[in-house]
Every structure is written in structure tokens, then in C-alpha cells.
């Protein structure tokens, strides 16, 4: 008797899923917002006046339990500015074939250079187009900022990072700190 009631009961599992409403996502047609701190695809982040925040320090790549970050720093010039202060990244990739979007080098950033964004889309049909680089992941010039290289426009470099009152730039009517000017991301 049990032997014969055994599959009974897994086709009554069967029978019972049939008349339950289909729960189809309809993804890519609709998408579904992430939560507000959903941790996505990463920005590397500018200052207000369009220079990068990233230092080339590589903290980021040595917290990533995926080794997924190469960077390579470089010294500033008088005559070629990327960042305030001594150094900035001079290559600087992340690649998604590795990372696990745990956060870990957001956290060790020192200067909140790197944050990451809701962007969760990063599937492709090629390995190399996995690999973003400085360019991809750099944020937009928002409007205000410039291309570097250029000199420092807003204060010396202590001010960039400290975000003192020098380093304050008006957004409309508000006043807003310098990094939350330049971050249009969550962290
Ligand atoms: S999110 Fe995690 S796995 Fe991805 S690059 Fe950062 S530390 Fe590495
Ligand atoms: S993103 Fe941050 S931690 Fe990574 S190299 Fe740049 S400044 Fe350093």
C-alpha cells in the first residue's frame, strides 16, 4: 500500500502546482527596480570640477577577495593633472568575468572614488567586453565639470578631500558638498 501511494503523493505535488497562478517575469520587456542599495555595476567618481577622485593607491584591488581589479598609478604633473594631490590611476579595470558584487573594494576606497550604481545588466556573449575599463567606468562629465588633465579649480588638494568649505559647489539654489556633488551614485 505505501508503495503505491508514494508516487500518488509526488503527482498530487504536481497537480497542486498546476492550478497555482504563473509567476512569469517578463524580463528584458519589464524590468524590475533594485533596491536603493542594490550593489551593481561600479563608478569610478569625479570631483566637481570634472577630476578624478581615484588616487591609483590600489586598496580597492587588494580587498577584492575575486581579484577582479587591475590598477596601475601614476604621478601627476603641473602640466597634466588627472587628480589632486600626487597620484591618480592611470589604468584601472574591473572585470565582471570575476567579480561577485560584494562591496569589499568600495569599502577600502579611501577616497569614495569607487562606489557602485543599481546598473545590474552585465552579462555578454565575449570574455574581453567583460573587462571594463577607466573609460567605461569613469562617471560622466556632469555639467560644470571639465575633461582632465587640467589644473585644480576648486581649492588646493587637502580641500578636495576633506570636503571643507572651499571645496563646497552651488547646485541650483542648494548648497551641496563637493562629494555629493560629484557622487550620483549609491554606495
Ligand atoms: S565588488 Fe567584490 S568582487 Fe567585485 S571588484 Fe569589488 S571587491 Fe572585487
Ligand atoms: S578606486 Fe579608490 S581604492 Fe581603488 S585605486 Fe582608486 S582611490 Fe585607491
Not at 21 to 34: D, I
Not at 133 to 141: H, S
Not at 161 to 171: C, E, I, L
Request: include cysteine.
Amino acid at each position: 500500500m505505501a508503495s503505491f501511494l508514494g508516487p500518488v503523493k509526488g503527482f498530487g505535488v504536481t497537480f497542486a502546482t498546476m492550478f497555482k497562478t504563473v509567476n512569469t517575469e517578463l524580463y528584458p520587456e519589464q524590468k524590475k527596480p533594485t533596491m536603493p542599495r542594490f550593489h551593481g555595476r561600479h563608478v569610478l567618481n569625479r570631483h566637481p570640477d570634472g577630476l578624478e577622485k581615484c588616487v591609483g593607491c590600489e586598496l580597492c584591488a587588494w580587498a577584492c577577495p575575486a581579484d577582479a581589479i587591475y590598477v596601475e598609478g601614476a604621478d601627476n604633473t603641473d602640466a597634466e593633472r588627472f587628480s589632486p594631490g600626487e597620484r591618480y590611476g592611470r589604468v584601472y579595470q574591473i572585470n565582471y568575468l570575476r567579480c561577485i558584487l560584494c562591496g569589499l573594494c568600495i569599502e577600502a576606497c579611501p577616497t569614495r572614488a569607487l562606489t557602485m550604481s543599481n546598473e545590474y545588466e552585465l552579462a555578454d556573449d565575449n570574455r574581453a567586453d567583460l573587462i571594463f575599463t577607466k573609460e567605461q567606468l569613469l562617471a560622466p562629465l556632469a555639467p560644470g565639470m571639465e575633461l582632465p588633465p587640467h589644473p585644480m579649480r576648486l581649492a588646493d588638494a587637502k580641500d578636495y578631500y576633506r570636503g571643507t568649505p572651499a571645496a563646497h559647489v552651488m547646485s541650483g539654489d542648494a548648497e551641496v558638498s563637493a562629494s555629493d556633488a560629484a557622487e550620483g551614485v549609491t554606495d
